[in-house]
């Protein structure tokens, strides 16, 4: 029973370069949550999608950032013309669906992001 | 003992000593709580989990505790092993979206 599946696991961009972070969720889950951390710090939560749906950005920043969880497919997380400060690790979670109580978020292995 | 780094809080214990490792939380409004594991390179894994209406649930070697009245969690780790070894992170949610704490690196002395 695989895990969260993250892609790539090291990624390398120049500034002005578009950075682009796959992730799959486990098997039967339709939730998916992506994260940031910056060294030493705790993740902090940007967006939560289902299926077609993007529930809450609210953490994401408005410009240059957007995610999807198309019907078939990993869930993408695009960084457009990104610049140094986007330097960091990006962790995606998933979640089975919600009904009847909330369940725990099973993290991957993330994405470290370095913006040259 | 317990110390603050340049980052983050760091905790030395002896190998087969108990560790408790404490967060405070923000949001009065939260009702889940977990306590994730991150080991260096990985992704946070689930240790244990908590919800406002209990105030003690216990794992295999793990123990947290609640404290709703000041905001508080805790993590007990019996016996602490090397494996241990770890930045661990308490995380809130008063629905979906995980709040996590500053975390705190758990270092055990073989």
């Known amino acids: 029973n695989a895990g969260v599946m993250q892609n790539p696991r090291h990624l390398v961009r120049r500034r002005g370069q578009e950075a682009r972070l796959r992730c799959s969720p486990m098997?039967?889950?339709?939730?998916v949550y992506w994260y940031r951390q910056l060294p030493e710090e705790g993740l902090k939560f940007m967006v939560y999608l289902q299926k077609e749906n993007i529930i809450d950005e609210s953490g994401m920043p408005k410009e240059r950032f957007s995610a999807e969880f198309p019907k078939e497919g990993p869930s993408i997380l695009r960084i457009q013309q990104v610049v140094r400060g986007d330097s960091a690790a990006y962790f995606c979670?998933?979640?089975?669906?919600?009904?009847?109580?909330?369940?725990?978020?099973?993290f991957g292995p993330g994405t470290r992001l370095t913006v040259l | 003992g317990e110390s603050v780094g340049l980052h983050l809080p760091t905790l030395s214990v002896q190998e087969g000593d108990n560790s408790i490792i404490n967060c405070a939380y923000s949001n009065s409004a939260s009702d889940y709580f977990i306590w994730y594991k991150q080991e260096s390179g990985k992704g946070p894994q689930f240790i244990i989990d908590i919800r406002s209406n209990m105030d003690k649930r216990q794992g295999q070697r793990v123990t947290v505790l609640l404290n709703k009245t000041v905001k508080h969690l805790s993590l007990q780790i019996a016996a602490t092993q090397p494996g241990d070894s770890a930045v661990y992170f308490c995380?809130?949610?008063?629905?979906?979206?995980?709040?996590f704490g500053g975390g705190t690196r758990l270092m055990v002395k073989p």
């Open positions: 995380a809130e949610t008063p629905l979906y979206m995980l709040t």
């Open positions: 979670a998933s979640s089975p669906a919600l009904a009847g109580g909330r369940y725990e978020q099973f």
């Open positions: 098997k039967g889950h339709s939730h």
